[in-house]
DNA sequence: CCAGAAGCGATACGATCGTATTGAAAAAGG
DNA sequence: CCTTTTTCAATACGATCGTATCGCTTCTGG
């Protein structure tokens, strides 16, 4: 056989080109030439690695999607929990991806996710995503609730409907944020205040205030 | 001169082809010449009607804007608000497009979105529709505190800040039925139980339970 | 050592896009 | 009634897209 290229580092370099281009000019506005030019390879290499555009993009929407989900993990166990609460508090603020360093992930996700009102293939993996981040921070809701006292009346949060509106919340506060309806600062407090009326409701004695 | 045309109406039929095609395909997937087939007008016709297909766009995200809006408007007028708190409750359902009727217009106001994102004269315009569905939620947030008891203690709630988390989890919510991670009655069930617990925070003695 | 498979860059091709242009039709003014 | 101006539909044009193809290089298995 010929030369072995490492095709997977070589899909996830074409990968990271095709983010880059996605933020400025938006996931259809990529052109197959744009994205070679920008990961320094040849037109040919690109068809190589993906049948075609639509399997290039769907690469593309994985590889970010694991990015995202990956780094709130990392800042999980990075500062290791002084309690669930503030564990939730940073998960949410990284899934919203407010901080200005993380605005073109923030750009290519709000692209992908439109994008994926129109294309199932597309919408399947942001389900997928979206599913893994949602039972994220419903397992920190559950361990936040837990850490308090025996809660000895009956339910007090359903942890997954929590964990839903957070996760809409936090997406549709980065999209204004995007549009440049809200600022980021607006953003971040309108978060804050409703994981601190959040754990208002928690059984916890301590009404707990490090965000 | 020639025949006379009305050019408003004309665009506006051309706005609505562009609203459908967007539903379809995503705002950059449509075509000047769909679009004038869709409007069953000529190609020629849409480009003197719009100097470019850019001009087209914007006028078509206004159009839905002012849609979207009005409808919100209209639903507030027609059920004559037995209570602020009901007609926020309306106003906020009509906002985040869940009945399968207006599936077609969110889909196409989150197309706008995130190629608002890379647009900024776009943005400016969606800008300007969320700023007035923010000062409507405002207001009624307003009334509906006003209309309890006099609020003898401070500042109870802040009308802008709760508007801006209910707009944005509205928004979060739409995009995620469009994309199918939530069905719209988690969806509405996630906003009824937020509109609750604002509710709770009025300083009005009775604890209101209408939706 | 060498035949051949696999990777490579470059180019070609057909389709489709936005926009410009063209010539005929139509209505108002003199 | 005829000229003039506006509107119309249709076609032309240049650019750009995704994809297919083609030699040439490069490395491995026998």
Redesign the pocket.
Known sequence: ?????DYESRRRRIAEAVCLLSDEHGPEG?????VATRAE?????V??CFR???EMLLFAVDHVGERITERVRTRLSSSPAQSAATALGHAATEIALLRRKHRAEARVWLAFVAQAAVSEPLAAKLRISYAALQDLLARLITEASESGPADDDAATLDPQREARALLALADGLTSHVLIGHLTSEEAEDALHVHLVRLWERLPTSRPGKAV
């Open positions: 056989m010929p030369k072995q290229v990529v052109t197959m030439r744009d390879v040849s037109l040919g290499a068809q190589r075609n555009k639509e």
